[in-house]
Structure formats: C-alpha cells, structure tokens
C-alpha cells in the first residue's frame, strides 16, 4: 500500500512538466516513490511511442523500481518478461535496459523513445545519457529520474542540475531561474526529513549508519567531495578485538591478488552476535619475503593455511583481475567466485558496518589493521567528480571490501539492529 503523496512529495509531481524531471538528495527520502508516481501519471497519457526504463544493471533496476510497481500495481497491471527485458506496465510496454559501462550505449542507439524513467542516474556514463537524450525525439517526450548525491564535479550536477529552469531545492524553496544557459529541466532536492511517513526511530537508525561523507551525501543530500581518510569511524579501541565469538557461519575466504604486489586473504564470519568478523588473515608480499609465489603455489599455501585453522568458508572470493589464479583454483578442485568490484558501494557498506559496529577485526589480522587509517581518496581523482581510492597500501582493504561486498546478500538480514551493534 503506497501512503498518500504529501507535501514536497506531491509538489515534485505537480512541477514534474519539463522535458527532463530529476528527484536528487538523499536516501529514503521519497525520491522514488514520487518520481513513479509522476511516470505512472506519464504511462497513462503519453502520445504513443516506446518507453524506456533504465537502471544501473537490469538487476538493480528489478529491485529498485520494477519490484516496488509489481507490489504497488499488482500482476495484471505491472509485468516483467526478464527474457525479452520488457515491463508490461498499465496496458504499455516498457523496454528495460542496463547502463553500467560505455559499450551500454549500443543498447539504445538507433531508438525513438516518447519517454524514460532512469533510476541512479549519476552511476551511469555520461555517454549513455547524452544519447538516451537524442533518443528522446518523438513531440512530447519526457524523462523522469533520480539520483543519490555525488562528487561536486559530477557531469551531472556541472552539466545539468545547476542548470535546471525550476529548482525545488533541499529546504523547500522554489527557484524559478531565468537565464540562457538554463536547460528544460526541473529538479527536486530531497533531504532524509522531507519523508513524512518515516519514524523518528527509523531516522536514527539509519542516520547512524553513515559517518563523514556518507552521511552528508546519502542522510544530508549534499553533493559533496570524497577527500581524506575512507572509513573514518575505523577507531581500534572499538573494533579490533582479542577474541572471537562463536561464528554461525564463516563467510568467505576473499582474496586481493598480488605477485608484485601483496597477495591479501582474508576469513570473514558471521559470529552468533549478529556481526561480522575479520578472523584471519593470510599475506605473502615478494618484496619482504622469499619473492614472488606461482599460481599453483599460492593456491597450495592459501588453502593448507585454510585447512589448518579448521575452517570451511561458503564462498572463495577472488580478485576480478587474477584470472589466471581462479583458473589455478579450479585446477585445483576450488570452485571460486568472482569479487563483487563495485569499488564505491563495497567502500560504502565496509563504511556503514563500521560505524554501527557491526564489523570487528581480530587483532591477529596485523597487516589490515594497520592498512585501514591510510585508507584515502585519491584527491586528483576527486578534483575530477570521481570517487576513487589511492591505490597505496590498500591489499588488505581491497580484499576487505570484496569479501562484505559479495557476501551482502547473506548477511544482511541476520546482523543485529544498529542501535544494539553500536
């Protein structure tokens, strides 16, 4: 059941009447629910033509948005065909499609679209929105979006939210801006306080779980610069610990591949307190020891040390980048699983973890504990409206992110309440 739209919600969907309409600012704020609601106003009375809805990847898009429609609309009026990537919605049908790189934009190259929906839209390459915009040709058509806040150099926000003709901005005030260099576009600036319909508890719990530039990005709505340390509530006196609890379940044994470089694993569990744990650590760097180690002799090592401590991991998580060891592994009878690599939401959840306590590191595990403090953006990547850490000293982090990252879908559900973890 979908409450009725209110307030900043309901004027968002009244002033959504450019060419392009753009929700931005912070998580649950009500971004979502009243940009669909706008295209579903859109569906209904659009000229005809083909419409498009876009997300991250097809599967994103499935849990963002198509999943939420199915449950608002029901079955006979919001379909899914994941085989075709079509989305029967209310008697129309919706061509679905993935941006997660440049060569996404052959997707749509060579369409005529009456209308859009774009969810993250500040995650995808700016290539493909700038044709997704000359595919927008049919009299009439109109783009309905979100996004969460990023860098302040974002193509984004320089090329086309400071430019928008109506801005409903964070605190509410509308600004009508008149001036040549404003593009037929209409945004609406959300803050976390501007959903009515959450709880004051619920907005302090999931305050919480953001520190630093999350928190201002993802709770405040600011588009703001990733600068200084990462994990910056990463504080050893809280999560480094003497001892292990029970562990329910070890999650994974997450590897950073290195020859030149550090070789980094790591064994993450779920401890019967409802957090995580970074158990053990296993670490080969050839500039301190006895030089690079093969393929074949790293698989040998990593899984006897594995072996030797007793513990059977779900999964093996390796480096996107070591192709040739996941084929030593296999070799080896060691099914593994590629790292989840999504660089910025692996450094985010780590981050969220911290901050709750919900994710501890046994003291044993030296090298990370002492790689973490260090862990920093790149400033010269940041000055270009990207996110991206500095690649020094980062093994036992990379290996880190990598483990919570493609495990999530495991352990989310069974941590314990941030306001109990903390």
């Known amino acids: 059941m979908v409450n009725p739209l209110v307030a900043k919600q309901r004027q968002s969907v009244e002033l959504a009447t450019a060419r392009l309409n753009i929700w931005d600012g912070s998580v649950r704020s009500s971004k979502t629910i009243s940009s669909l609601m706008r295209f579903l106003r859109f569906v209904r009375t659009a000229p005809p033509g083909p419409l498009l809805m876009v997300g991250k990847t097809e599967r994103t898009l499935k849990r963002n948005i198509i999943d939420p429609l199915i449950e ?3 079955k006979k009026r919001c379909q899914f065909n994941a085989g075709s990537g079509e989305l029967h919605l209310l008697g129309r049908v919706v061509y679905v499609a993935g941006a997660y790189n ?14 859009a929906y774009v969810d993250e839209v500040s995650t995808m390459p700016e290539s493909f929105w700038t044709m997704l915009l000359t595919r927008l040709s049919i009299p009439g058509a109109q783009l309905f979006g979100t996004t969460n806040p990023d860098g302040p150099q974002h193509w984004l926000l320089v090329n086309y939210l400071e430019r928008a003709r109506v801005h409903l901005d964070i605190d509410g005030q509308l600004h009508h801006i008149d001036s040549p260099d404003t593009l037929n576009l209409h945004r609406f600036s959300f803050k976390l306080a501007n959903n009515p319909n959450l709880t004051a508890e619920y907005i302090a719990d999931v305050s919480a779980e953001f520190t630093g530039l999350w928190y ?26 003497q001892q292990l609890p029970p562990i329910a379940q070890w999650l994974c044994l997450a590897m950073d ?19 995580l744990y970074v158990g053990h650590e296993w670490r080969w760097d050839s500039k301190k020891q006895r030089g690079a180690l093969t393929d074949a002799e790293y698989s040998e090592r990593v899984r006897a040390w594995v072996t030797s401590l007793g513990i059977t991991p779900s999964y093996v998580i390796v480096d996107p980048s070591a192709k040739s060891f996941r084929v030593q592994l296999h070799r080896d009878g060691q099914t593994s699983t590629l790292a989840d690599n999504e660089v910025v939401d692996g450094i985010r959840d780590v981050a969220s973890l911290f901050a709750t306590g919900r994710l501890l590191v046994h003291a044993s595990c030296k090298e990370l504990i002492k790689e973490i403090p260090g862990y920093a953006w790149d400033p010269d990547a940041s000055e270009k409206g990207e996110d991206k850490p500095l690649k020094v000293a980062d093994h036992g982090c990379d290996a880190l992110r990598y483990g919570v990252r493609t495990t999530r879908n495991i352990w989310h559900g069974q941590l314990a309440p941030p306001s109990k973890a903390a």
């Open 72 to 74: 608002m609309l029901g």
């Open 102 to 115: 440049e060569g996404s934009v052959d997707k749509i190259r060579g369409l005529s679209l009456v209308g």
């Open 216 to 241: 201002r990005r993802l709770i405040l709505g600011e588009w703001c610069l990733a600068e200084g340390v990462i994990w910056e509530s990463w504080d050893p006196a809280r999560h480094v610990v």
């Open 257 to 275: 591949y290195g020859t030149t470089n550090p070789f980094h694993a790591l064994l993450i569990g779920l401890g019967v307190d409802g957090r």
